[in-house]
């Protein structure tokens, strides 16, 4: 192996001495040729990468089931989380990942919608270019100072708000609803981003043709530009929630780090429903993988959780391109219209030359 690895050094280096002095003393054709082999390495280079991180996370993963063998149902379904007794069950860190995620979906959602609508469609330029500044800073704040600013504020405002809905000290606050919180601030300015640029990139013939039928303003926003740029906002909110669905240490410190409780239990009395401290998947990597033992059920499970979680943002990726191709098919199919079009065929006499 080593001798392999050895000629496969020397070849490469070989190589890209031969493509730099082609590239900088040969004619045009050898450049064009040695550019195409450079583009093609890279292609390989990226899908080689991918394969080799999908190959390594997954032959760990399976650990868990061939060398310690715990059945799916066991890994899938069991509620406890005990590495050091024998129990892997992923239940509780899988519902905490899709809780948090889809709570902070939920709230960022129309939030960034409403922002990507004033920013295209309502704000004067000075505000447009405010806001642009504002959308980079809010994406380059660490995550750790999120998960401070969420224990010094989020926090204590889920705990008074929930304690004084019960009227009694129950809850310390940390849980999906702070996390969720948190979560959404994170990836609102994916989302904003996306948006704005679905929508701004809607041609200006949509906004005349709406108007000039005596639809409103926001007529015209709510029925027209919204649903012609809806593509490209679910687009945004799939990448949004891949975003949120890998977060590690701003959900480490907001959630609580409890595999062994459901994030809402509901009750008989009011206000119906429980809040407690649970886990994620990543925040569940985060604690065991620094303790776990090579070739313990703990580092196999580890390895386990990561390749869910792997296989979460894969299927999320190909969601997004689901929905671009679907709206690069629907832009070119003139036979049916959209928008404004739409409303002008539905609406307008046909007319004969």
């Known amino acids: 192996m080593n001798l392999i690895l050895r000629a496969f050094e020397i070849l490469a280096a070989v190589a890209l001495v031969v493509g730099v002095i082609v590239f900088l003393f040969g004619g045009t054709k050898w450049r064009s040729r040695v550019s195409q082999i450079?583009?093609?390495?890279?292609?390989a280079i990226v899908l080689l990468s991918l394969v080799t991180i999908l190959y390594f996370v997954g032959s760990h993963s399976f650990q868990t089931f061939t060398d310690q063998h715990i059945t799916l149902g066991q890994f899938f379904t069991g509620k406890v989380?005990?590495?050091?007794?024998?129990?892997?069950g992923a239940v509780i860190p899988i519902v905490g990942t899709l809780t948090v995620t889809l709570l902070a979906v939920l709230i960022s959602t129309p939030v960034s919608v409403a922002l990507a609508v004033f920013v295209t469609e309502i704000a004067p330029t000075w505000a447009r270019q405010f806001m642009q500044p504002v959308l980079e800073l809010f994406a380059g704040i660490p995550?750790?100072?999120y998960g401070l600013l969420g224990i010094e504020l989020i926090v204590p405002l889920v705990r008074y708000a929930y304690n004084y809905l019960v009227g009694a000290f129950l809850y310390a606050g940390f849980g999906v609803v702070a996390a969720g919180l948190v979560l959404s601030l994170m990836i609102l300015p994916t989302i904003t981003s996306i948006s704005i640029d679905a929508i701004g990139s809607l041609p200006a013939g949509l906004r005349e043709a709406s108007l000039a039928l005596g639809a409103t303003r926001w007529q015209t926003i709510r029925r027209t530009l919204i649903p012609a740029g809806s593509s490209g906002i679910f687009t945004g909110v799939i990448l949004g929630t891949g975003r949120a669905i890998g977060e590690t240490l701003a959900v480490a410190f907001l959630v609580g780090s409890n595999p062994?409780?459901?994030?809402?239990?509901?009750?008989?009395s009011f206000p119906y429903f429980v809040l407690y401290p649970t886990s994620t998947i990543t925040v569940q990597i985060f604690q065991d993988f620094k303790e776990a033992t090579p070739g313990s059920l703990d580092f196999d499970a580890v390895w386990t959780l990561a390749f869910v979680l792997l296989l979460l943002s894969l299927l999320l990726v190909i969601a997004s391109r689901y929905v671009a191709s679907r709206s690069a098919f629907k832009a070119t199919n003139a036979t049916r219209p959209r928008g404004a079009a739409k409303i002008a065929a539905t609406t307008l006499p046909a007319t004969t030359v």
Do not use: L, R
Not at 38 to 43: D, L, S
Not at 81 to 88: S, T
Not at 260 to 268: A, D, E, V, W, Y
């Open 143 to 145: 995550s750790i100072v």
């Open 38 to 43: 450079a583009f093609a390495v890279c292609a």
């Open 81 to 88: 989380w005990n590495p050091d007794n024998g129990q892997v």
């Open 260 to 268: 062994g409780s459901f994030p809402i239990q509901f009750t008989n």
